[in-house]
C-alpha cells in the first residue's frame, strides 16, 4: 500500500522568501510523483510531477520539487514567494498500477504575508 | 475544449433525499475518477472507471453508487443522502499511461442537513 505525509498542515511565509513544503511518500514500488495546486474555491491543478526521467522537476508558476529516492520524500519549492501563491498544496503518489490510482496527502495550506 | 465540467456546482439536501452528481468529459480520456474532499482528510477516492461500463470501488465507497453509460460521463449517485456525505465532490479523468496526470473539475459543494 502507498501512502503520502505532507509535514505541515499550514505554513505562513513572507513575500519574497523561500517556500519549502514537505512530502514523504510509502510506496513498495517505483513511484509516480505530483504536486496539485488548489486555489480558493476551485479544483486541482497540476503544478508538476515526477516519473522518474529527472530527480529535479521543475513546474508551472516557478515551483520545482526534487525527487529523493534516499529520503523517500519530493518537496516542494520556490525561491521566493508572491502573494499568488497562497493557496492550498497536495502531493500525492501512484504506484503505477493499471488503475492510475492516486493517494494524496492532506494537504498544506500556504499563506503568504505582504 | 471545456476540459471536466461537474454539475451541479452547489446542492443542498435533506436527510434521505436522494441525488446525482454528473461528470463530464471532452478529452477522450479513458479513466474517470469520484473523489471527496474534507478538511484535514485530503482527497478520498470514491469510485473510478477504466473504461465505458466498467466501475469499480474506491477508498470510501460507502452510501454511493456510479455509472459510466458513456465513455465521456461518470455520474456518482448518493440514493439516501446523510449529514456525513457533505462535502466538496470532485471529478477527475486522464488517459491510459504512467506520464499523464489526472485533470480535474471545479467540483460540487453539497451540504445535507
Known amino acids: 500500500a502507498q501512502s503520502v505525509t505532507q509535514l505541515g498542515s499550514h505554513v505562513s511565509v513572507s513575500e519574497g522568501a523561500l517556500v519549502l513544503l514537505r512530502c514523504n511518500y510509502s510506496?513498495?514500488?517505483?513511484?509516480?510523483l505530483f504536486w496539485y495546486v488548489q486555489y480558493p474555491n476551485q479544483g486541482l491543478q497540476l503544478l508538476l510531477k515526477?516519473?522518474?526521467?529527472?530527480?529535479l522537476v521543475k513546474g508551472i508558476n516557478g515551483f520545482e520539487a526534487e525527487f529523493k529516492k534516499s529520503e523517500t520524500s519530493f518537496h516542494l519549492t520556490k525561491p521566493s514567494a508572491h502573494m499568488s501563491d497562497a493557496a492550498e498544496y497536495f502531493c500525492a503518489v501512484s504506484d503505477g498500477g493499471s488503475n492510475y490510482k492516486l493517494t494524496f496527502g492532506k494537504g498544506t495550506l500556504l499563506t503568504v504575508n505582504p | 475544449n471545456a476540459g471536466v465540467t461537474q454539475t451541479p456546482k452547489f446542492r443542498v439536501l435533506k436527510t434521505g433525499q436522494s441525488m446525482t452528481l454528473l461528470c463530464a468529459q471532452d478529452?477522450?480520456?479513458?479513466?474517470m475518477y469520484w473523489y471527496r474532499q474534507d478538511p484535514g482528510m485530503g482527497l478520498r477516492l470514491i469510485h473510478y472507471s477504466v473504461g465505458e461500463g466498467t466501475t469499480a470501488k474506491g477508498e470510501v465507497p460507502d452510501g454511493y453508487n456510479v455509472s459510466r453509460l458513456k465513455k465521456q460521463n461518470f455520474l456518482l449517485g448518493l440514493e439516501s443522502a446523510a449529514p456525513s456525505q457533505t462535502s466538496v465532490y470532485f471529478c477527475a479523468s486522464k488517459l491510459a499511461g504512467n506520464l499523464d496526470e489526472q485533470y480535474f473539475g471545479p467540483g460540487t459543494r453539497l451540504t445535507v442537513t
Open positions: 510506496s513498495s514500488v517505483p513511484p509516480y
Open positions: 515526477y516519473t522518474s526521467a529527472a530527480t
Open positions: 478529452m477522450n480520456h479513458e479513466y
